[in-house]
């Protein structure tokens, strides 16, 4: 479990065909190989994955097939950066949103606002996923809690803070560039329960161990149901 608040940014120095078609991924961050262990669990721009080595600064991941191509870590090339976080402990502070690291699909970026006083993004979601997409919600783009500023139709738009502009990869983010997307727990339960258990069509629901979500034929959840249970205001 994760809060989306990132640590650092890491630097991919190695990618490794293995056995199968995956990848032994391997990347530069001191800051986040500090006191990890192998078998520990790191969100990498957003997915979690499992530490498989360690060497001095550098951390080692072993990438199934399956999450090469769900998320955006199949299109990763040495001297891309990711975003890291180690996994919570019990007591930690939720500065976040609850992130569990399985990435329900990816998102393309369809605008970049820059202005003085802010920072916008907005994206453009697999098919399916813009259900979970709720005003004033949390999403995890790319490992990093946000809060939706606007849904509309086939997009959504978060604003960015200057230490998400300068933690994160977000602010390298331009128009046409892919992110793994996570919508918020809760938003998914609520979903599940009020559509009879079925899940928007497109949603994957994918990360280590995370298995492929039950996809539904259509839902009755809305906008105006969110808001009389209290989810939107």
Known sequence: MFSGIVECKGCVTGLRTGGG??????????????????????AVSGVCLTVAGIDGEHIEFDVVPETL????????????WVNLERSLRVGD?????????HVDGTATVAEVIRRTDEHVLRFTPERGLMAYMIPKGSVAVDGVSLTIAEAAGDTFTVALIPTTLQVTTLGDRRVGDRVNVESDILIRALFHRLSGGGAPSGATGLGEGAPAANRGAGSNVTQELLERAGFVQ
């Open 21 to 42: 078609g995956g990848v032994r991924l391997r990347v530069q961050a001191a800051r986040a190989a500090s006191g990890t262990e192998p078998g520990a669990s790191l």
């Open 69 to 80: 191509r769900r998320t955006t870590l199949g299109d990763l090339r040495v001297g891309a």
């Open 93 to 101: 502070r939720l500065d976040g949103h609850f992130v569990q690291g």
